[in-house]
C-alpha cells in the first residue's frame, strides 16, 4: 500500500514485452539483466498480452531507481514507459481495470462488448503473481 512515493511496485509497458514473453524465458532474462541491478526481484506479473509486466522490488528505492532509469530506455526496439505503482496488481485491480474501460467505452456497441469479452478472456487467462 502507501503512495507511489514509498512504493516498490514497477510497471513497465513497452509493445516489445509482447514479442518477449512469446519466448518462454526471455522476458525473465531481460529483467535480470535491466532490473536486477537496482534490487531483488521479489515478484512478478507478467502481462504479455497488454504489453507490461509488473515488477516488485526489494525496496521503495531499488524500485524508485529503476523506474528512472527504465523510463524512456529501449528494450527491443522501442521505448519502456515505467511507472511506479502504489499496488501490485492482482486480480482484484484487474476487476477494477475492467470497470474502468467499460466506463470510458461509450454506448455500450459492439465495440465495448468485444472490449470487454477481450478483457476477461484476458483476466481469466493471466498467470498468477510469481512469489
Given at each position: 500500500?502507501?503512495g507511489?512515493g514509498?512504493?516498490r ?5 513497452c509493445?516489445?514485452i ?14 535480470r ?16 498480452s497488454?504489453?507490461s509486466?509488473?515488477?516488485?522490488l ?5 524500485a ?5 532509469a527504465l ?5 527491443l526496439?522501442?521505448p519502456?514507459s ?10 482484484e ?5 475492467g ?17 470487454m469479452g ?7 487467462e493471466l ?5
Amino acid at each position: 500500500g502507501g503512495g507511489a512515493g514509498s512504493s516498490r511496485h514497477l510497471l513497465l509497458e513497452c509493445p516489445d514485452i509482447s514479442l518477449l514473453a512469446a519466448t518462454p524465458g526471455m522476458m525473465e532474462a531481460w529483467m535480470r539483466e535491466h532490473v536486477n541491478r537496482f534490487g531483488a526481484i521479489s515478484s512478478y506479473r507478467l502481462l504479455g498480452s497488454y504489453g507490461s509486466v509488473a515488477v516488485s522490488l526489494e525496496s521503495p528505492h531499488a524500485a524508485a531507481s529503476a523506474a528512472h532509469a527504465l523510463d524512456g530506455a529501449t528494450m527491443l526496439l522501442r521505448p519502456v514507459s515505467a511507472t511506479l505503482l502504489s499496488d501490485f496488481p492482482d486480480d482484484e485491480h484487474l476487476q477494477s481495470a475492467g470497470q474502468a474501460l467499460a466506463m470510458r467505452t461509450v454506448g455500450g456497441g459492439p465495440a465495448y462488448l468485444e472490449a470487454m469479452g477481450a478483457l476477461w478472456r484476458e483476466l481469466r487467462e493471466l498467470p498468477p503473481p510469481v512469489r
